[in-house]
């Protein structure tokens, strides 16, 4: 199975890195004709993944029609931005890997709503879980959900994919995979807050668990199963993006828990922290599915302008409640 992959970010060229592990040939499309360069002559993609010598069977392209060769296509750019770049596509009815994690802006999609709508013909299949870009690509043991509702399709995309140490774990659960990598996202600036406001340890760990808890409730309601939620593509990568300042979602948060205005922290930014998108549609669609989300509603707040102070003693004064989710 040849594949391509649209989109040369940090994750997508990993994955690249990845799908070309034997020396079998990708096909990566890069929006950036200087990534294509770089890929293609010294291998190394500079501006999204510096440090990382690549395969020399990984070829960069910015044509989208040279995908036109692939049996698969791993779609990894941003949420924002995938009905675009697929719109562009010409896919016919090839499968489609969704690798984005976010929820889109104004329409309130998920990617694979997007993807369906766009390209109808595509089975499509969600690849979600606890992965910096930069691990998998050098190679450190990785756990990933590949959720697919057709399940001999995802047993040969994982066939293709999968390695000793990229572990797929199969699931028929798409939109579960798909909010899980969603709805951390916006967890994860919230828990950057509390590092960057120095507001301990102990508040770090009821934010995970209490995240966790929103995120169980807006997955529910939307058809995702609890076992998805709890698993890779949901706690796995709520856990790893709540403790780590090699998250973007994270370092975002730190820099507003540091006070520091958003406008200042996402003007200018060429690497993207799709929590900041995510987090209004989310509460959007919340709202309209009448599902409590303080986390969310408080990341929110944060992201446009209010003090730190306020929205804590908002969250310090709810009511207390009962545990259950
Ligand atoms: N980096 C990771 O470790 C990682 C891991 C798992 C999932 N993801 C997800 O993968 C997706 C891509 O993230 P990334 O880290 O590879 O990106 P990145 O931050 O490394 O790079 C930004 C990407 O956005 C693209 N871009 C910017 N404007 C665009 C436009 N108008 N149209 C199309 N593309 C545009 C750039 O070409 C580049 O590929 C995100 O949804 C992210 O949440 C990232
Ligand atoms: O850097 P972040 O916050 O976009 O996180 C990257 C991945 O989603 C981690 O699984």
């Not at 036109?68 to 896919?91: K, N, T």
């Amino acid at each position: 199975m040849k594949l391509g992959v649209i989109g040369a970010g940090a994750w997508g060229t990993a994955l690249a890195q990845v799908a070309a592990r034997g020396d079998a040939p990708v096909t990566l499309w890069a929006r950036e004709p200087d990534v294509v360069s770089a890929i293609n002559d010294i291998h190394e993609n500079t501006g999204f993944l510096p440090g990382v010598r690549l395969s020399p069977t990984i070829r960069a392209t910015d044509r989208l029609d040279d995908l036109a060769i692939c049996d698969a296509l791993l779609i990894v750019v941003p949420a924002q931005h995938v009905r675009s770049v697929l719109e562009q596509s010409d896919i016919g009815d090839k499968p489609l890997i969704l690798c984005a994690k976010g929820i889109e802006a104004g329409t309130k999609r998920l990617v694979s709503d997007i993807a369906g709508e766009v390209h109808p013909q595509s089975p499509l299949a969600v690849l979600s879980g606890p992965t910096f870009a930069h691990e998998v690509a050098a190679g450190l043991p990785t756990a990933v959900t590949l959720a697919c509702a057709d399940e001999s399709l995802g047993a040969a995309l994982s066939d293709r994919i999968a390695s000793a140490t990229f572990r797929t774990y199969a699931s028929t659960d798409v939109i579960g995979a798909e909010i899980g990598g969603a709805v951390k996202n916006v967890l994860a600036i919230a828990c950057g807050v509390v590092e960057g406001a120095g507001l301990g340890l102990n508040a770090r760990a009821a934010l995970i668990a209490r995240g966790f808890a929103e995120m169980t409730r807006f997955g529910l309601a939307r058809g995702a199963r609890a076992e998805t939620l709890a698993g890779l593509a949901g706690l796995g990568d709520l856990v790893l993006t709540c403790s780590s300042t090699n998250s973007r979602n994270f370092s975002l948060g730190v820099g507003l828990g540091q006070g520091i205005a958003a406008s200042a922290l996402l003007s200018d930014r060429k690497t993207v922290a799709e929590g900041a998108a995510t987090a209004p549609v989310l509460r959007e669609a919340a709202h309209e599915a009448g599902i409590e989300m303080p986390l969310t509603e408080a990341v929110c707040a944060l992201l446009d302008g209010a003090p730190l102070d306020a929205v804590m003693d908002a969250l310090l004064q709810r009511p207390l409640r009962h545990e259950g989710v």
